[in-house]
């Protein structure tokens, strides 16, 4: 869909990528450049939206474990109305809008309002998380899986419906995302399921971020360094047959 064809009243869900706003998609920069109304996280925030154009109209509607945020049925409301009036709206949502980014809700909204709608894929976290640490996300020999799973239900706790022997699988990898506060409870099943404390984990604070933080440790390290940490920034956490080796102690890179 190019610029000229791109209908009035219509939303783009619109995937920012971590934060880094070199991680943008042409697709993301155009669709940031025509939108009358730009909705966006906090995390798809600062730069990323330098690339929104001068007639757009910018409203914050970031959602934040333990802070303020906005009620989804109020996101929803405001994508359904804006696009009535006949605007082009960008939902700007942070790291890939598909992955535990609510995008569901938001397009059952737009269904049931018969509002026309595309989703514009983006990096996301763990993509480039991996890519900050310098390792893949599989493994030829030793990790030819990948998964992704929340570390946090509605209720902001660790789930309580985990499948242990395939989060405690020694030969994936495994992505782990709002699990900050959940994560040692969920070290203590992982060990207990036969999966080592010496397990290689990557802890990757505010990715894409001027002040972005990596740290290379092992699953029971990282697991008392949650328990001892106040979460301030957002951050993910891989474990698994991570293509480096781990020292005695953490490593901040």
Known sequence: MTQSSLPSGFVSLVSAGPGDPELLTLKAVRRLAQADV???????????????????????VGKRAGRPSARQE???ELLVSHAQAGRRVVRLKSGDAGIFGRLEEELVALTQAGIP????????????????????????LTSRRVQFVTG??????????????????PAVTTVVFMGQRSFPRLAEGLR???LPSETPA??????????????RT????????MAEAKVVQPGIILYGPLAFQIGAEPRTV
Request: aromatic fraction near 4%; avoid cysteine; charge should be negative.
């Open 218 to 225: 092992t699953i029971g390290e990282l697991a008392q360094m």
């Open 117 to 140: 709608f595309e989703i514009v894929p983006g990096v996301t976290s763990a993509s480039a998380a991996a890519a900050a640490a310098g390792i893949p996300l599989t493994r030829r």
């Open 38 to 60: 730009v909705l966006f996280d906090d995390l798809a925030s600062g730069p990323v939206l330098d690339h929104a154009g001068a007639q757009a109209e910018l409203i914050s």
């Open 74 to 76: 109020h996101v929803n």
């Open 202 to 215: 990557l802890f990757a604070e505010a990715v894409g971020h001027p002040h972005q933080r990596l740290v």
């Open 192 to 194: 207990a399921h036969g």
């Open 152 to 169: 946090a239900d509605v209720t902001g706790h660790l789930p309580e419906d985990i499948n242990w022997a395939a989060l405690a699988d």
